[in-house]
């Protein structure tokens, strides 16, 4: 059983950077690929970035482009979501999920998720 927990959400004004991390215990982190989901209030959930369990395939929602980085370190078995140059719109509860097959913007759907972790991003 793998479980995960985010971090580093806070609040940050428009144009700062945070980085969210996902720790997973428990099972083979190595075997899964990862990703970030978000929700923002009264929104769908919204897919944002995956990495496959090499990391050698890396998939971004196009808002997200150019502003933010996942990456991941199977010895820390923790996946990281750096975001820079962030926008009000970026505002949600970031999700981190984990699934031997893809990542799906519906958390439950995963094999894995986590809590999620607050970004609120001012104007």
């Known amino acids: 059983q793998v479980q995960l927990v985010e971090s580093g959400g806070g609040l940050v004004q428009a144009g700062g950077s945070l980085r969210l991390s996902c720790a997973a215990s428990g099972g083979t982190f190595s075997s899964y690929n990862m990703g970030w989901i978000r929700q923002a209030p009264g929104k769908e959930r919204e897919f944002v970035a995956s990495i496959s369990w090499s990391g050698d395939n890396i998939y971004y929602t196009d808002s997200v482009k150019g502003r933010f980085t996942i990456s991941r370190d199977n010895a820390k078995k923790t996946v990281y979501l750096q975001m820079n140059s962030l926008k009000p719109e970026d505002t949600a509860v970031y999700y981190c999920?984990?699934?031997?097959?893809?990542?799906?913007?519906?958390?439950?759907?995963?094999?894995?998720w986590g809590q999620g972790t607050q970004v609120t991003v001012s104007s």
């Open positions: 999920a984990g699934d031997r097959y893809m990542i799906h913007t519906d958390p439950g759907e995963n094999d894995y």
